[in-house]
Structures are given as structure tokens and as C-alpha cells.
């Protein structure tokens, strides 16, 4: 299939300009809303490795595990997962294949506040930065346990197709610079 596909006419463009007009002291994000097979979205992922990702999320299916380990090996991105594992098992299985260099906690999906703060653990213990996918006013407090908290984000849900609508095109977010990590660790530091 060529770049890009007529469901995300421009794709590469949009990040480009998007990148241009927040400069490079902003975190700029790719969510691909697990639109590709894993090929496509490492092809498209070498694309956008370009614009300085600060990550790609959920490039393909939450199942194919295999297949976000070879992103995660392959790119020069951080493969960003957590907001479609549902168990502790998902994310160890995540964690044990390097399938991501970021795992996302959302308490909603996740199993609930326990199983979160034990996927935070999880990723402490593989070195692995953390954040949230939702739900922030709940999560930036369990992040704070993290010992690698990147960023909390999330954005009204007019602009976000739902976690499993897989004909979703990819969104764009950008926050700046790791500012809950700075929070966190003034918080730690009390």
C-alpha cells in the first residue's frame, strides 16, 4: 500500500507541519490507533522517525506482541502500550518480549488501581519510562509511584476514536517537555 493510505491523506504532512509549529522543546506524539499490520506500521514508522517522536502508540493490534517487538526493535521510536491490556499478564507479556518502550496505565482497563500500580512496578523493573492514557485526575497520582513517570495525557474524547475502533486514523498529540515527570520528582523528594 502507498503512503498514505486515502483513510489518512496527509498523514506525514500533518506531523511534519505539527513539528514545525511546536518546535522541538515540545513532546510530539503519534497514536496510529492500531491501524496497520505490523509491516505497514513499521514502514510508516521509519516515515516518521524524522519528526522526533517521543512515541508511536499502539502501531498495530494489541494482540500481535510479536509484532510490536520487532517495532520496538527496529524503530528509533518508542513503541508506546498499555491502554488495551487488560491483565497483568498482558503487560508482562509486553515487558518479557521488549514490545514497548513505554507502557501507559489507564485504572479504567486496566484492572483497576491494584493491577496499575503493579504494571508501574513492572516497568520499574525493566527500566521502562511510564504514563497514562486516561482518567489523569487518577492516574497522574499513581504515576507518581513510578520511578520513570513521563507524561499524563489525554484528550477529550470528541477527538479520540475509541480504543478498539480499528478503522480510526491516527491522531497527533504534542504536551511539553516531561512536566508531571518534574511534579513527580518534587513530590518524591518531600
Not at 508511536?56 to 510490536?68: A, F, K, L, N, S
Not at 517487538?69 to 498482558?90: F, K, N, T, Y
Not at 507502557?103 to 520499574?124: F, H, R, Y
Request: glycine share 4%; with cysteine; hydrophobic share 35%.
Amino acid at each position: 500500500m502507498s503512503w498514505p493510505p486515502p483513510l489518512c491523506q496527509g498523514r506525514e504532512e500533518r506531523v511534519e507541519a505539527v513539528r514545525a509549529l511546536i518546535g522541538d522543546d515540545v513532546d510530539l506524539m503519534v497514536d496510529a490507533n492500531m491501524a496497520w499490520d505490523a509491516g505497514e506500521a513499521l514502514e510508516r514508522g521509519r516515515r516518521l522517525e524524522r519528526f522526533d517522536l517521543y512515541w508511536y502508540e499502539e502501531p498495530t493490534i494489541p494482540e500481535d506482541v510479536p509484532g510490536h517487538a520487532r517495532i520496538s526493535r527496529e524503530l528509533d521510536i518508542p513503541v508506546a502500550v498499555g491502554e488495551s491490556l487488560h491483565s497483568l499478564h498482558e503487560f508482562r507479556r509486553y515487558v518479557d518480549e521488549e514490545a514497548a518502550g513505554i507502557l501507559q496505565i489507564d485504572p479504567i482497563t486496566n484492572g483497576c488501581i491494584t493491577a496499575s500500580v503493579e504494571a508501574l512496578k513492572m516497568a520499574d523493573e525493566a527500566g521502562l519510562p511510564t504514563s497514562s492514557h486516561y482518567t489523569d485526575e487518577l492516574s497522574a497520582h499513581l504515576l507518581c509511584a513510578s520511578k520513570a513517570p513521563s507524561t499524563s495525557r489525554s484528550m477529550p474524547s470528541r477527538w479520540t476514536p475509541t480504543s478498539r475502533d480499528r478503522n480510526a486514523s491516527p491522531t497527533v498529540a504534542c504536551v511539553p517537555r516531561r512536566p508531571l515527570a518534574r511534579a513527580c520528582a518534587s513530590i518524591q523528594k518531600r
